[in-house]
């Protein structure tokens, strides 16, 4: 599936603007704009630390294919959404997810782990599974679906869509923090349960409104 790129500059000029401005808060030093990801979490390889085990390599594996699809969600509403609460959320949901996509990346070569392919078909090819198979993934036909939707009708599908989305992502970090040794790693967990649980409670706000 192709992944259109109208909106891939503006949604870098998004992400760039929502860190530099939580650099600026106050307490924004251990955080990202989208949530509670801590900025102290490794970016590079080299300063990944402690001991990890199969629910790390796991976790990180399958939540940087995640990861990569809910910023891709996130970029079509730069096109598509007609509710501004719609675009800001997509937004901070990116801003939120690049950074870690960065640190998952660090992990996993710290590891010795294979990185997943960027192509999200070729990743889950690599994993051996179908897009059903990975918690809240939606499939290529659904990813079709939402490209081609457009004003309150792409709001409401992106919404419905997302918190599937996060859903899933919240179990596979629950499990994360249960079962998994690194302590960075299950910082991250912790990190993105924290911050999708609110951004869902915020999107059944916007589908109830």
Do not use: Y
Request: include cysteine; glycine fraction near 8%; charged fraction near 25%.
């Amino acid at each position: 599936m192709t992944t259109p790129l109208r909106g891939a500059a503006a949604l870098t000029a998004a992400v760039t603007l929502s860190i530099v401005l939580a650099a600026c808060g106050g307490d924004a030093a251990t955080e990202t704009a989208g949530g509670a990801t801590p900025a102290d979490l490794p970016t590079t390889a080299e300063q990944v630390e402690g001991e990890n085990n199969e629910a790390d390599v796991t976790f990180a594996q399958g939540m940087l294919p995640h990861h990569r699809q809910a910023v891709q969600m996130s970029e079509l509403a730069l096109d598509r959404a007609e509710d501004p609460e719609v675009l800001a959320l997509a937004e901070e949901i990116a801003a939120a997810q690049e950074p870690e996509i960065l640190t998952m990346t660090a992990f996993l070569e710290a590891w010795g782990a294979e990185v997943p392919a960027e192509d999200m078909e070729m990743s889950m090819e690599m994993e051996g599974m179908d897009s059903g198979g990975m918690a809240g993934m939606m499939s290529p036909e659904q990813m079709a679906e939402l490209e081609t939707a457009e004003g309150a009708a792409f709001d409401e599908m992106f919404l419905s869509m997302m918190v599937e989305h996060h859903e899933g992502a919240v179990a596979m970090a629950e499990t994360e923090h249960d079962e998994g040794q690194n302590p960075a790693a299950k910082e991250l967990a912790q990190a993105i349960v924290d911050t999708q649980e609110s951004e869902i409670a915020r999107m059944q706000d916007l589908l109830d409104s």
